[in-house]
């Protein structure tokens, strides 16, 4: 087979495979992306470009979204629209978590980390794994979930 030939059927393959899942580090250096554009843009701003789905903060699977540090309400969310301006607070996960108030605690105690919660996934009604990593930056909480199964 000719060399052109042989990366061409490599790179139909590639393209053939599903997309692979995000991995821990992927969601860390997101959130650490999104935290350097807010100190340099502003909180405004990234609200903009993560509710306009901007590829630097939304890559299907994988996407930053935000809520306020103190009231937890939603202020940016790329798939979910609907979330923005919500206070989740007090709606538990597929389990009867109340995860979100850990975020909250998370990020004012330690600033940074994962919070684990079990998600019922739109699609198929099943419940789901999953963790995601916040950040606190000044008076919001930077978050990218991902998978754990």
């Given at each position: 087979?000719?060399?052109?030939?042989?990366?061409?059927?490599?790179?139909?393959?590639?393209?053939?495979s599903?997309?692979?899942?995000?991995?821990?580090?992927?969601?860390?250096a997101?959130?650490?992306?999104?935290?350097?554009?807010?100190?340099?843009?502003?909180?405004?701003?990234?609200?903009?470009?993560?509710?306009?789905?901007?590829?630097?903060?939304?890559?299907?699977?994988?996407?930053?979204?935000?809520?306020?540090?103190?009231?937890?309400?939603?202020?940016?969310?790329?798939?979910?629209?609907?979330?923005?301006?919500?206070?989740?607070?007090?709606?538990p996960?597929?389990?009867?978590?109340?995860?979100?108030?850990?975020?909250?605690?998370?990020?004012?105690?330690?600033?940074?980390?994962?919070?684990?919660?079990?998600?019922?996934?739109?699609?198929?009604?099943?419940?789901?794994?999953?963790?995601?990593?916040?950040?606190?930056?000044?008076?919001?909480?930077?978050?990218?979930?991902?998978?754990?199964?």
């Amino acid at each position: 087979m000719k060399p052109q030939f042989a990366a061409l059927g490599l790179a139909l393959v590639a393209a053939a495979s599903p997309a692979a899942e995000p991995a821990a580090q992927d969601a860390v250096a997101l959130v650490e992306q999104g935290a350097a554009f807010l100190r340099l843009h502003g909180k405004a701003e990234l609200i903009r470009r993560i509710n306009a789905r901007d590829p630097k903060f939304y890559r299907g699977q994988l996407y930053l979204h935000m809520r306020d540090a103190r009231t937890g309400i939603v202020l940016a969310h790329p798939v979910h629209r609907w979330l923005v301006g919500q206070d989740l607070l007090e709606v538990p996960d597929a389990n009867g978590r109340k995860y979100r108030r850990d975020i909250i605690e998370l990020a004012a105690t330690e600033g940074k980390g994962w919070v684990a919660y079990t998600y019922k996934n739109p699609a198929d009604g099943h419940p789901e794994p999953r963790r995601d990593y916040i950040a606190r930056v000044g008076n919001v909480v930077l978050e990218s979930g991902i998978g754990t199964r």
